[in-house]
């Protein structure tokens, strides 16, 4: 947790009172960014780096189920991707391209409807299956504020009743969400066959069991030059699908290096996370990236969170044991989701890794 000065945490407060978000400094037409936005940056700031644009490898998903000559080509891409970059991109993955722009749309109709109905969705509360909306998760814990409004959601394994969803975008939340699962639910299982398991392993320890979906609108900014859509970080759960619209602005980390992931039409981004990494020992790993501020705006992403963690089970995880060997032990200690989410969240997006807190 970053320690805040008496000045700005005020100020923190008072924005947060507004429960407007990013949006509301856009309509009120600020053309200077307020100081809480304002990152310090090493020379150059991330929009002024030199980057190489890069297509992170594309897994074409078509038939791969019926031909068991794809299958194994296909696990071999996965296992190939997560090993190199830790992420790709999926086509001909089962969702309707319609689905995909309706759920775009669906998070522009929320941001962008009259705000005292957004209003009354605002929280910081993440213990219930409700949607919530705000301006970072970490407002009061990280470093900067970056220039996102989200809004997030639990889609199982315990959905919200349909009324606590916002009319503007409900229906679509729930169609979205229950294709993702059925894509997770498959990918999982490459993964598993990419570790040389039988393809139900990490479905049957439960990997697939949660899903938060998260919306996040990113206005354009007057001075993309001193803030950030979304800073350094990797994701804290097992594996997350990325939805974007045709902006652009996610970077991935490689080699100490920033390469640019351009949009791909109808195509989806996949991750992992952190605790599959701590899962799998090393074996694969979740990358950091970022979303740069733009001036296009407003950028619109949905990301969709494979966890359990405002769920309190039992349910500990640690290094899978049949990846262990006395050549490759144990790198981590054993941690419930509620937990390393909840210490992820406790430390905000500081630049560093929540998994250096669980090496052993």
């Not at 945490?9 to 053309?31: I, N, R, S």
């Not at 909306?133 to 989200?150: A, E, I, Q, V």
């Not at 997770?184 to 949660?210: M, Q, R, V």
């Not at 970080?233 to 619209?245: E, S």
Request: net charge negative; proline share 6%.
């Amino acid at each position: 947790m970053v320690s805040q000065s008496s000045e700005r945490l005020e100020q923190l407060k008072a924005f947060d009172e507004m429960k407007t978000g990013v949006k509301g400094l856009v309509d009120a037409g600020v053309t200077t960014i307020p100081s809480i936005f304002i990152h310090n940056f090493d020379e150059p700031p991330p929009s002024k780096t030199k980057t190489t644009t890069i297509s992170v490898p594309t897994i074409d998903l078509a038939c791969f189920e019926t031909d068991p000559e794809k299958r194994t080509e296909t696990v071999k891409r996965v296992q190939d991707a997560l090993q190199t970059w830790g992420f790709f991109q999926v086509v001909n993955h089962g969702i309707p391209l319609s689905v995909l722009e309706d759920m775009l749309d669906g998070v522009r109709r929320f941001f962008e409807q009259d705000d005292d109905v957004k209003k009354g969705y605002y929280s910081r509360d993440y213990s219930g299956t409700k949607l919530i909306y705000n301006c970072n998760f970490d407002l009061f814990t990280g470093k900067s504020t970056n220039w996102r409004d989200s809004f997030s959601c639990f889609m199982a394994p315990t959905p919200p009743q349909p009324a606590d969803l916002p009319t503007v975008c409900r229906d679509i939340l729930m169609e979205y969400s229950n294709e993702v699962m059925k894509l997770g639910k498959t990918i999982f299982e490459l993964f598993s066959e990419a570790l040389g398991l039988k393809s139900s392993y990490l479905n049957d320890i439960h990997c697939a069991e949660g899903l938060q979906v998260l919306g996040h609108y990113y206005p354009a900014c007057p001075q993309p030059d001193l803030t950030m859509g979304s800073p350094q970080h990797a994701d804290n759960d097992f594996l997350t699908v990325l939805l974007q619209d045709h902006i652009g602005g996610l970077q991935i980390q490689h080699d100490n290096q920033w390469f640019d992931v351009p949009p791909t039409p109808g195509a989806l981004v996949i991750n992992i996370g952190d605790l599959l990494q701590l899962i799998t020992n090393d074996k694969f790993k979740s990358v950091e990236h970022r979303v740069l501020a733009n001036t296009k705006g407003p950028r619109i992403s949905v990301a969709s969170f494979f966890t359990t963690s405002i769920y309190p089970t039992n349910r500990v995880y640690g290094p899978i044991k049949e990846l262990l060997s006395d050549s490759n032990p144990a790198t981590y200690r054993e941690t419930t989701v509620k937990d390393y989410v909840t210490f992820y969240r406790n430390k905000g997006l500081d630049g560093t890794s929540a998994l250096q807190h669980y090496r052993l």
